[in-house]
């Protein structure tokens, strides 16, 4: 069954360092997606990406953020200078066009911030 | 803009009983409806959807969920509770748009005793 995947499973990074988390979305699907989940806290939409352009992005998706889908395959999460507060679970998803709007998502990558 | 609300942050039941975790979603459109469980240290897991149809949807591991326009909820329901129930449950809400986030609500956490 085709499933999201994402890389690392855990990133340690210093405050200030950049950061690029990886995502392969299910291969034939047209949506992406950024959320993440402070430990302890709901999950929160990020961004949505389609037909290499951001859709949509919450409060949350500041300057220090970029998404990019640099291949045929890979959807990228850069955090430009990470600070403390950006320790969370960062979950990717993709979704096809179909009426259900069923979003996939992927494992999590964990990111501490030290 | 849509978003739900989940009532009580840690619901315990015993081994055998009635699981009932409560959702009432706002939404301008007509909404789509999900619950995920996330397992600790693991990613969200689909349970269950509703779109559009029959209001009483089922999904796996013996949860269902019944929308009710009329009282705006979609409340998560299994008949009798196992010891592998216990998981963190979230409820979410997107739009009828493809590619629209989803918002999630800030999570039930279920604990099932012997």
């Known amino acids: 069954e085709p499933e999201v995947t994402q890389t690392p499973s855990h990133q340690v990074t210093q405050m200030g360092q950049e950061v690029i988390l990886r995502c392969v979305p299910i291969s034939n699907h047209l949506y992406f997606y950024w959320y993440r989940q402070i430990l302890g806290q709901k999950v929160e939409f990020l961004v949505s990406f389609y037909n290499n352009e951001i859709s949509e992005k919450s409060e949350i998706f500041d300057d220090q953020f970029s998404v990019e889908r640099p291949d045929g395959s890979n959807f990228t999460l850069k955090i430009r200078s990470t600070k403390l507060e950006d320790s969370a679970m960062y979950f990717c998803a993709s979704s096809g066009q179909g009426l259900d709007n069923e979003q996939f998502f992927g494992p999590g990558t964990r990111l501490t911030v030290l | 803009a849509q978003s739900v609300t989940q009532l009580g942050s840690h619901v315990s039941v015993s081994e055998g009983a009635l699981v009932l975790l409560r959702c009432n979603y706002s939404?301008?459109?007509?909404?789509?409806l999900f619950w995920y469980v996330q397992y600790p240290n693991q990613g969200l897991q689909l349970l269950l959807k509703y779109t559009t149809g029959a209001t009483l949807v089922k999904g796996i591991n013996g949860f269902e969920a019944e929308f009710k326009k009329s009282e705006t909820s979609f409340h998560l329901t299994k008949p009798s509770a196992h010891m592998s129930d216990a998981a963190e449950y979230f409820c979410?809400?997107?739009?009828?748009?493809?590619?629209?986030?989803?918002?999630f609500g800030a999570g039930t956490r279920l604990t099932v005793k012997p």
């Open positions: 939404s301008s459109v007509p909404p789509y």
């Open positions: 979410a809400v997107s739009g009828l748009r493809w590619g629209n986030d989803m918002r």
